[in-house]
Nanobody, 124 residues
Framework: AQLVESGGGLVQPGGSLRLSCATS????????MFWYRQAPGKECELVAL????????YYKDSVKGRFIISRDNAKNTVFLQMSKLTTEDTAVYYC??????????????????WGQGTQVTVSS
């Protein structure tokens, strides 16, 4: 399977970005999908997930109300709409799928499928 992220870039504080993760080689509609991120000097962290069964979502506390995860099963793609970005959101963002979300010290981790990552930099 392949996961390919896009949509990262440089944005000013308070701005917005929309990340996309296009997948191939897997039955996308059957997989829960996750967005992780890793900032310099910090551990990999789960940012958001969306289930395959009913689209239930989960968000890390610090992004609740600012990020929205969604999926388009017809296009085999998962999205992360990010708004009100702060410098604390600066990180490499990774799309990931596995049987369940796991804690990782480093992204990408072992197991499942990972994208190559996309850099998000929030700076004035």
């Amino acid at each position: 399977a392949q996961l390919v992220e896009s949509g990262g870039g440089l944005v000013q504080p308070g701005g917005s970005l929309r990340l996309s993760c296009a997948t191939s080689g897997l039955t996308f509609s059957a997989f829960d999908m996750f967005w992780y991120r890793q900032a310099p000097g910090k551990e990999c962290e789960l940012v958001a997930l969306i289930t395959s069964a009913d689209g239930t979502t989960y968000y890390k506390d610090s992004v609740k109300g600012r990020f929205i995860i969604s999926r388009d099963n017809a296009k085999n793609t998962v999205f992360l709409q990010m708004s009100k970005l702060t410098t604390e959101d600066t990180a490499v963002y990774y799309c990931h799928t596995d049987s369940r979300p796991r804690p990782y010290t480093h992204c990408p981790g072992q197991g499942g499928y990972w994208g190559q990552g996309t850099q998000v930099t929030v700076s004035s």
